[in-house]
Nanobody, 125 residues
């Protein structure tokens, strides 16, 4: 099973930016896609963004459209989440996951094959 490691979280002021990375232990071609999720304190986990294994399809939750950008570097087995114009409500633990489902129905439907352990993003002044 592929292992995923997130990095890049931290404390940032409202309006600031962060770039998260999701590094895979091996090629993730056996999976349809890589998804980013987040879980805020006291709330359930929600889908944030998805990128297909080919990089040709991306999806975003309405709450982050226009602010977050997902991208991938297959040579490095790494997926990135560029987060701009951050808001306090973006505060959460962010997880990446290898998906056994395509991005086309994300975030409403997904099947997770493997989870990372998460990285904390705190947006506060």
């Amino acid at each position: 099973q592929v292992q995923l490691v997130e990095s890049g979280g931290g404390l940032v002021q409202p309006g600031g930016s962060l770039r998260l990375s999701c590094a895979a232990s091996r090629v993730t071609l056996n999976y349809y896609a890589i998804g980013w999720f987040r879980q805020a304190p006291g709330k359930g986990r929600e889908g944030v963004s998805c990128i297909s294994s080919s990089g040709g399809t991306t999806k975003y939750a309405d709450s982050v459209k226009g602010r977050f950008t997902i991208s991938g570097d297959n040579a490095k087995n790494t997926v990135y989440l560029q987060m701009n114009s951050l808001k306090p409500e973006d505060t959460a633990v962010y997880y990446c996951a290898a998906l056994n489902s395509p991005c086309t129905r994300y975030p409403g439907y997904y099947v997770v094959g493997a989870w990372g352990k998460g990285t904390l993003v705190t947006v506060s002044s």
